[in-house]
């Protein structure tokens, strides 16, 4: 059993950074991808960015493109989410999700939350205007 525990969250003014961490044990990660989730007032938990870990290779949401960067530390077997230029929108609750990769889809990466395999239980994040 994979446990994620998310740290950093805030309240940040518009244009402020904030930088998650989710610590990751119970298993060796290298046929793991990694991921944050969010979900904000009133809507659905949608994608943000994920990491696979055995290579390190990332994908985003374009929402967040250009904005924030998923990194992993092998070391502390953690996931960062650094968010940089945050705007009102970004307000939500930021989940660590971690998903199996099967051999046949190594380079598919899941956006719906009903295909990830663990959570964390989240860290509110809130951008003032």
């Known amino acids: 059993q994979v446990q994620l525990v998310e740290s950093g969250g805030g309240l940040v003014q518009a244009g402020g950074s904030l930088r998650l961490s989710c610590a990751a044990s119970g298993r060796t990660f290298g046929r793991y991808l990694m991921g944050w989730f969010r979900q904000g007032p009133g809507k659905e938990r949608e994608f943000v960015a994920s990491?696979?870990?055995?290579?390190?290779?990332?994908y985003y949401a374009d929402s967040v493109k250009d904005r924030f960067t998923i990194s992993r530390d092998n070391a502390k077997n953690t996931v960062n989410l650094q968010m940089n230029n945050l705007k009102p929108e970004d307000t939500a609750v930021y989940y660590c999700a971690a998903h199996v990769l099967e051999w046949t889809s190594w380079a598919v990466v899941p956006t719906t939350p009903a295909d990830w395999d663990s959570w964390g239980r989240g860290t509110q994040v809130t951008v003032s205007s």
């Open positions: 990491i696979r870990w055995s290579d390190g290779a990332t």
